[in-house]
């Protein structure tokens, strides 16, 4: 296939990169960063990334995620500047550079600093450096009157792939794309391989009742999903498990979720 995506943001959730123990998944890592240097000689490539609470509470130590908004925000600094250790090593290892940004919602939502940042962007995609985004956890802040969170990752994902103007995002789960059906619950639930548009249907069987497939949660790729298709642009999900699988969607082939406006080469929404 002729390559049609010319700038690809990656997303990866935290059930992806770390495990039940809370221990990170190196040979995800290994493997994603290896793909993505590669992916990065011939397209633009942006990773958003999640798992800087998991990875913070794997530094010091604790198994279960606390509710309270300071020790996360406190675990979130903690384990940002180790989740970047872990994805500079690894692509130091390829011979990628890789810089890290940390969005607030005001910084894309206020004119001057939303221009700035896409300078940086475009500056370091310019120069063959993979950007690695993650909201800044340890400062964001949602009351009322004050709201800089973006909520989750797959949200910071497609604004930032409307922002920076991608042909392409492709969040990474713990499950192999959109089904028909719980698929944990329903033998008969069939993968959607393609999804021109988001209705209301759709989003009661990705987000009914404790109906969520996989921890990384339908309900939030469907939303970020809508927000894609809104601005005319493409997305898939994949599984994470194994990186590799990237690099045959890019190709062309059939694997995971793709939602498009038009009918992709080689699928049906049957
Ligand atoms: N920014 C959070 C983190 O790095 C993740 C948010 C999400 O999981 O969507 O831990």
Known sequence: MPNKYHRIVIKI??????????????????????????????????????????????????????????????????????????????????????????????????????????????????????????????????????????????????????????DLLVILSDINGLYNANPKKDPTAKLLEWVPKIDAKLMKVAGGHGSQFGTGGMATKLNAAKLILDHHREMAILNGEDPEVIKQLINGANVGTYFSATQPEGRTNE
Do not use: C, W
């Open 13 to 166: 959730g935290t059930s992806s990169i770390i495990n039940a123990d809370s221990d990170v998944k190196l040979s995800v890592i290994e493997s994603l960063t290896r793909v993505l240097s590669e992916l990065n000689k011939a397209h633009e490539v942006l990773l958003v990334t999640s798992g800087a609470v998991g990875v913070g509470m794997h530094t010091v130590g604790i198994k279960t995620r606390p509710s309270e908004i300071g020790e996360l925000q406190a675990l979130s600094a903690i384990g940002q500047s180790e989740l970047m250790d872990i994805y500079s090593d690894h692509f130091k290892a390829t011979g990628q550079t890789v810089a890290q940004l940390l969005l607030t919602r005001d910084v894309v939502d206020y004119p001057k600093s939303r221009r700035n940042v896409l300078q940086t962007i475009n500056t370091l995609l310019k120069n063959n450096v993979i950007p690695i985004i993650n909201e800044n956890d340890a400062v964001s802040v949602d009351e009322f009157d004050h709201r800089t969170t973006f909520g989750e990752n797959d949200q910071l994902a497609a604004i930032v792939t409307n922002f920076v103007a991608a």
